[in-house]
């Protein structure tokens, strides 16, 4: 922030603390600023003030607590700094910051963050963020922006920074071309890092970037009539959209292109989708490498049943039901078990397909089915007479405190040519409310395995 600015913003919110208006930051922030302001490699500090909704009010007109508050302090870098040079600014001013932010009395109910700038970095860290944490932050995006980037920013939580999703990197670069020096940077400084670049995204769920596939998505970028390449390792995927109108050599071209590639094995296999201008896909594996059928291992560590030979199972030979609905860190997961009721084995082999609907009847808007374990070809289950299989849904917990449309049915097709059957999500195992699969959740779904 230029100085002039700075200098009227905290004229004006002087002004407004001596009406009366809005208390300024409390003294022992505004303190450690000043001495922040002093640091070696620090060129401005700016601090602003902003206030949540009024407490609730008691009987008597008193009110339970301060009215609560956020002091934003932000921490300006200058630009001539190595690496260790500017972690060393930022671990220190971060050290008098939260340093201040403990000594601020709790009855004021205020809360302390920081953000650390400069060259296009952008450091986020609250008060308990350590400062070591922080300090391997600001040097690994000075490396990053060295190393190409445009723009990295992070946002650190509270600990030593292990934290996969605060100890991300998102990373900008300014051409395709300049991730492959900006991989190779984080993967030598052993940062987790997402990366992009016009028409090139590198989606890392959490990981250090892999510097050849990283190269091999910059190719992909490159290839005639590739308009946005995004590789996402969650899924061991990698999506090329093109101009291309359906049936064009182009889009044969690429495919053979993607085949021929020295890249992928069968042991790590990584699959591809083309789509076409219209959106249409086509789907297949890069190097042609397409991993071997493979199933979980049976629930409860049972021994498989036997591949006998037996016809598929229809809908009718299949009794579908749903299971115990269990929660665990953020993440609840619930089992359509299917049981075999035909009199003799039959086979099944893939995942059930899903319908989530609200207690109208109508369907859930934007739910996404992903499978559980992207890359893995469900291997085909023999079932004999009696027994049961089963197919583990997995979904992230969703609020549901403005009482949103609860899933309360689940529409369950158990294979290929069956109707789908109703399962009541509301009984016994369920909660009675349904399901929080709502608008816009996404569902990871496993593979039939043996049931117990």
């Known amino acids: 922030m230029p100085p002039l600015r700075r200098v009227l913003l905290l004229a004006t919110a002087s002004a407004l ?42 009987n008597f007109g008193q009110r339970s607590e301060t009215r609560p508050s ?23 001013a971060h050290r008098l910051l939260t340093s201040a932010a403990r000594d601020v009395d709790e009855r004021e109910n205020v809360t302390v963050a920081s953000d650390f700038v400069g060259s296009g970095l952008r ?13 391997n932050a600001v040097e690994d995006g000075y490396d990053l922006l060295a190393a190409g980037a445009t723009t990295v920013g992070l946002a650190l939580g509270e600990g030593n920074g292990s934290d996969p999703i605060a100890a991300t990197a998102h990373v900008a670069a300014a051409a395709p071309g300049d991730l492959v020096d900006v991989a190779e940077a984080a993967d030598e400084l052993d940062r987790r890092a997402e990366l992009e670049a016009p028409g090139a995204r590198y989606r890392s769920a959490g990981s250090v970037p ?79 490498a ?25 809908g009718p030979d299949l009794d579908v ?30 995942v059930p397909d899903l319908g989530f609907e609200n207690a109208a009847g109508q369907p859930q808007q934007d739910v996404t089915v992903q499978p559980a374990e992207p890359g893995l070809v469900p291997a085909r ?11 583990l849904l997995l979904w992230h917990t969703m609020s549901t405190a403005n009482d949103p449309d609860t899933t309360t049915t689940v529409q369950v097709t158990p294979v290929p040519g069956a109707g789908p059957v109703p399962l ?3 009984t016994d195992g369920t909660p009675a409310t349904g399901l929080d699969v709502l608008d816009g959740a996404e569902v990871r779904v496993g593979p039939w395995t043996r049931g117990d």
């Open 321 to 350: 039901t749903l299971g115990v609905v269990d929660s665990a860190a953020g993440t609840r997961g619930v089992s359509v078990r299917a049981r075999n009721v035909s009199g003799r084995p039959c086979a099944v082999q893939g």
């Open 17 to 58: 603390v001596l009406a009366g208006c809005t208390p300024g930051p409390p003294d022992e922030v505004e303190s450690a600023a000043e001495a922040v302001r002093a640091l070696p490699g620090v060129a401005d500090v700016a601090v602003t003030r902003t206030f949540g909704p009024e407490p609730v009010q008691g």
């Open 424 to 426: 009541d999500a509301t």
């Open 381 to 391: 289950v023999v079932v004999p007479d009696g027994e049961a299989v089963l197919a």
């Open 123 to 135: 450091v986020g860290a609250g008060p308990d963020t350590a400062a070591d944490a922080l300090v």
């Open 210 to 288: 892999d510097v050849d596939t990283v190269r091999l998505l910059v190719a992909a970028a490159g290839r005639p009539g590739v308009q946005d390449a995004t590789y996402l390792a969650q899924e061991r995927r990698l999506t090329l959209q093109t101009d291309a109108e359906s049936g064009a050599q182009s889009l044969a071209d690429l495919r053979r292109w993607l085949e021929a590639q020295d890249f992928a094995t069968a042991d790590a296999p990584l699959a591809y989708t083309v789509l076409d201008a219209g959106y249409a896909e086509t789907t297949g594996w890069v190097s042609g």
């Open 70 to 92: 956020t002091v934003q302090v932000e921490v300006v870098l200058a630009r001539a700094l190595d690496p260790e040079e500017a972690g060393e600014a930022a671990g220190s």
């Open 290 to 314: 397409e991993p071997a059928p493979s199933s979980p291992e049976p629930a409860g560590g049972a021994t498989p049943w036997p591949d006998d030979a037996a016809p598929d199972c229809t």
